[in-house]
């Protein structure tokens, strides 16, 4: 029992701590209190930084470039966005000389409809005839009445044949979109109540991926097979 509640308790951790790593781009440069309430000016420029959720109380922003880090209020009630929302953050709520717009939100954007020629590949069975030379050698032999003799095997030359594979390519028609899938968060700075935009964290995850809709047959040269290697029987 006592290590169900232990583990629950790593769980709820996990899930109230979360790090957003992005870029902060400071459009005007505006004040932030550090530890010990010190003002700490971010100037005008592109940041790396990252986004803290702490806890459910409060968020924590860092840029590495900087020795500081700056500590954010949540009013209690008010949830954090983590996939889907917005919530609107004043300075007195934040006890931090600036607003913030957080919104978290998810995104699938689809291409128009692409047909390509692309090059393909498929494998073909081909018999493949070589000759085999086996050396002379010398062969012996204990016989039950306590002798032993030996024999000479002449040289043999033998022709042996298998099915190999061979790559052979070709072209095929191919119909797709491509899917790409946003997961956004974005934090808007503005100078404490004005609906100026002083600067934007963003920590939005893009990944791209291929969606093929049909193929059709890898269309093959027969003509193009790759020549055999086949040594000729020696005479």
């Given at each position: ?13 996990v ?9 902060l ?10 530890k ?28 590495p ?28 709520a ?19 409809i ?19 030379r ?22 043999r ?47 939005t ?31």
């Open positions: 029992m006592k290590a169900i509640i232990l583990g629950l308790l790593s769980l709820s951790m899930s109230c701590y979360q790090t957003r790593q992005g870029n781009d400071v459009y005007e440069s505006f004040t932030l209190k550090a010990g309430d010190k003002k700490v000016t971010i100037d005008a420029g592109n940041y790396t930084a990252k986004l803290k959720l702490k806890t459910k109380r409060k968020f924590q922003l860092l840029i470039e900087m020795d500081y880090k700056f500590i954010f209020k949540v009013p209690r009630g008010i949830k954090l966005p983590q996939n889907h929302g917005t919530v609107k953050l004043s300075s007195r934040l006890k931090q000389p600036i607003d913030i717009d957080l919104t978290a939100d998810k995104r699938v954007l689809e291409s128009e692409y047909t390509v020629t692309e090059r393909c590949s498929e494998t073909v069975y081909r018999r493949v005839c070589r000759t085999e086996t050396p002379a050698r010398r062969v012996c032999r204990n016989y039950p009445d306590g002798s032993r003799r030996c024999t000479m095997h002449p040289p030359t033998r022709r042996v044949c298998r099915d190999e594979p061979r790559s052979v390519y070709g072209d095929r028609r191919v119909t797709y979109r491509d899917i790409t899938e946003e997961k956004i968060f974005l934090a808007t700075i503005f100078a404490p109540g004005t609906s100026d935009v002083v600067g934007e964290f963003d920590s995850k893009r990944t791209k991926r291929r969606n093929v809709i049909s193929s059709g047959p890898c269309r093959v040269d027969r003509r193009t097979y790759p020549p055999l290697i086949t040594n000729t029987r020696r005479r």
